[in-house]
């Protein structure tokens, strides 16, 4: 093993100080994860529609809309902002 440790950077290597790293999820990937969170919120409270046998609309739709919503969080958290 080579002295230093795994953890350690080469000499060469700078990293940026803590004031000039990009944040880790940028503005516009926020806005997306809030919009995600309502898409979540909206296909819970839609689930609460449904019936038993799951044979109206909101049995069909509040899934899609759960599911939706957590692909949006998931996008927002590599969106990136606009150049």
Partial sequence: MKAGGPGKKKSGGKSLP??????????????FVAAGAVIVAAGY???????????????VASPLLVMSGYGVIAFGTIAREKS
């Fill in 45 to 59: 409270v839609l689930l609460g529609a449904t019936d038993a046998a799951g044979r109206n609309a909101a049995s």
């Fill in 18 to 31: 803590e004031a000039e790293r990009p944040p880790l999820v940028s503005r516009r990937g926020w806005r």
